[in-house]
């Protein structure tokens, strides 16, 4: 029999039309423990439980505030470009994490073996639903780990214990737990319940509300940044390489904690047509609003994005069409996006069939700036996982330079700070090897009552140090927005 309050905790709440559905989730999470418990003691070790079940409509952003009290950082959020997919990921029934160059492999394999004796019901739900993994990789895993990003591995990624998931509309709450053999499957699934209603009720009660706030940048050696530029472009000149992109941070100290769920509502209410991305490791947390897909798989279908070359939005129709026009006929962003297509190409070429790409660029628009586009379509090959065609891609001529090797060393060498998790793979993948990852740009690393942000521009031969110095200004604005409006004069 249910236990009482067990049953409350899922019903409560509920339309009474709901309550039979409901009922049946209900003992559909309970049978899954119980034979979930026989199977981790057969094995003699832990065994993933997921469990799924619809739920009614409920704001993505009031469920991630709603789970700061229970599940403080362990909070994940993902939204892709046009929110067809959301995700909020609370609490963790394991971190999958791995060090070093085999890093994307190692994640793999574990994930593998968690699932091999995994129990997933229902095993229809769409792609977003049941076990997913949230999180990202740093950006070079040889660049010794400075104190700012401690908390981050080269690879870490959230299995969520409670997994809100939006896709076209239909929204699932999903339930993991790694069931361990001396494990009580009957309170595990009470304490399941009683979280799942505290979440539910205080999100269906829940408003982001924005509060006004201020604070002071601090922008570390700006004529530093003039002569790495300065070198590079030398360098470039030389024949050493065809492009590097070299980024610098600032930081913003606020007069107040800064709060990552009023952070994410002005991303999300500011930055359209852009990734959407949280990831809480403790006290600290990685956030950012990304224009630039690096790869999603669906089904066999894997599709990338090359997004290079940049300029300001107008501050008229009439000045964006003609800074958008001078953007398509701009020599130097031109090779800076022929370099990123070039390579894209190849990687999908070696790993696809039915390779799709436009002969020429065409406008991507966000909020403050705009970049030229091409996107690419390829059909998975039998061995290309999702994981793989990460790896093969990362850093892209657009996010590191060309070659890639030799862009990553320069970058290793003359950037002077860690870059952590900036401008590496950030995403989410599920038990099918379905999912997509964005590159982390346009973000900033939060601690306490301090923001650290980063930008970073493409370097080639004729690069102008004092236009990229600018450029850098314009990157920075998403996050400047989201803190509550801080502006350039706040130095």
Known sequence: MCNRSFLHGFLHGTKWGETVVALIKVMDLEELLARGGQRARALGSPVLISHTRLVSEVDPLSFFAAGEDLFTGQRSYWADQDRRVQLVGLGAARYVEANGTNRFSAV????????????????????????????????????????????YADASFQLPRHLLAVMDGELTLTFNVLLQPDESWQATAIQAADEQNKLMERAHRLTVKLHPASGKIREREPESYHRIVEKAAGHIREGALEKVVLARKM?????????????????????????????????????????????????????????????????????????????????????EHAVVVHMIREAFESECT???????????????????????????????????????LHPTPALGGYPQQQSVEMIREMEGFDRGWYAAPIGWFNHRGDGEFAVAIRSGLLHRERAVLFAGCGIVGDSDPDSEYEETWVKFRPMLSALGGISRDDR
């Not at 073996?113 to 997933?120: E, G, K, Q, W």
């Not at 224009?291 to 290079?308: D, F, H, M, Q, Y």
């Not at 002969?359 to 996107?375: M, S, W």
């Not at 290309?384 to 990460?390: A, D």
């Open 108 to 151: 793999e394999t574990e994930w593998q073996s968690l699932l091999d004796n995994a129990l997933v019901e229902p095993r229809d739900t769409h792609m977003a639903a049941g076990p997913v993994l949230l999180g990202g990789f740093s950006f070079d895993p040889l660049k010794p780990k400075s104190k700012l990003w401690a908390s």
């Open 354 to 392: 039915d390779v799709q790409i436009p002969e020429a660029p065409r406008l991507y628009k966000v909020r403050d700036i705009q970049h030229l586009y091409t996107p690419v379509v390829g059909k998975a090959g039998a061995d290309t996982s999702l994981l793989r065609m990460v790896e093969r």
């Open 251 to 335: 930081e913003v100290d606020m007069d107040h904690v800064i709060s990552p769920g009023q952070v994410l509502k002005r991303l999300h209410d500011q930055q359209a047509h852009s990734f959407l991305f949280v990831f809480e490791r403790g006290a600290s947390c990685f956030i950012g609003a990304s224009p630039e897909r690096l790869v999603k798989r669906e089904g066999n279908r894997l599709i990338s994005t090359c997004l290079a070359g940049s300029i300001p939005r107008g501050n008229t129709p009439e000045e964006d069409e003609q800074l958008g026009q001078a953007l398509l006929e701009d020599h130097k962003n031109r090779v």
